[in-house]
């Protein structure tokens, strides 16, 4: 079983809706949280932190659950521009990130 | 852009040959990570170096090495490459192990023949 899991999708949403990406972990011991986006070809870029407080930032909120071992992004009004894959992250204490699949977001006019 | 830059772009190879892929990180960064992603899949990570010392490594074969310069530039070293070897490798620098943000580079695009 992977460390970290997440559906790959693809998910296919009109502009405007409200899309959730979720993701578990598989290492009660892991540290950090992260969601990543990464376009085609491209590197991936940090969006955002994961507390378990929840956080936002514009139109994106990170929630995340370590009892249940959960990680979720919600994305509302989606844009064009949020066509990407966004990838679930899981930080060791020692700096090593693990990655989910990565999740593939297309918005459709 | 945030820094840290990779080189070559792109690169073929054929099977059994040796690569070398180059990573600068980001200025006052002291730690570089390798990751490799295959088409598909998100990046696994192939280790760490902090101050020219190999510092964590993931489930990869011997015949991929690295180094670290006194710059903190880093080298990754594939031998005796295998099709499944193809894969985009991205490198990352923090400013130490587990310290703030990892940035990344635009990556090596490998093509194994």
């Known amino acids: 079983r992977k460390e970290v899991e997440q559906d790959p999708g693809p998910f296919n949403v009109p502009e405007g809706a409200t899309v959730a990406f979720n993701c578990t972990y598989s290492?009660?011991?892991?540290?950090?949280f992260f969601w990543y986006r990464q376009d085609c070809r491209k590197e991936p870029k940090l969006l955002m932190s994961?507390?378990?407080s929840g956080n936002e930032d514009g139109r994106f909120t990170a929630q995340l659950n370590r009892a249940s071992q959960y990680i979720s992004l919600l994305i509302r009004d989606s844009k064009l521009s949020d066509s990407a894959t966004y990838l679930c992250?899981?930080?060791?204490?020692?700096?090593?990130?693990?990655f989910g699949q990565g999740t593939t977001l297309q918005v459709k006019p | 852009e945030t820094g840290v830059t990779q080189s070559p772009t792109h690169l073929i190879k054929t099977r059994g040959q040796q690569v070398t892929l180059r990573c600068s990180s980001q200025?006052?960064?002291?730690?570089v990570s390798w990751y490799q992603q295959a088409l598909g899949q998100g990046p696994q990570f192939i280790f760490q170096?902090?101050?020219?010392?190999?510092?964590g490594r993931g489930n990869f074969p011997p015949r991929f090495s690295g180094l670290q310069f006194p710059n903190y530039s880093s080298e990754l070293n594939v031998n005796a490459l295998e099709l499944d070897d193809s894969a985009l490798y991205l490198c990352?620098?923090?400013?130490?192990?587990?310290?703030?943000?990892?940035?990344f580079g635009p990556g090596t695009r490998l093509t194994v023949l």
């Open positions: 990352a620098s923090t400013l130490g192990p587990g310290v703030g943000e990892q940035f």
């Open positions: 170096y902090y101050r020219e010392e190999e510092n």
């Open positions: 200025s006052g960064h002291n730690t």
């Open positions: 994961v507390y378990s």
């Open positions: 992250v899981v930080r060791k204490d020692t700096g090593k990130l693990i």
């Open positions: 290492n009660s011991a892991s540290q950090s």
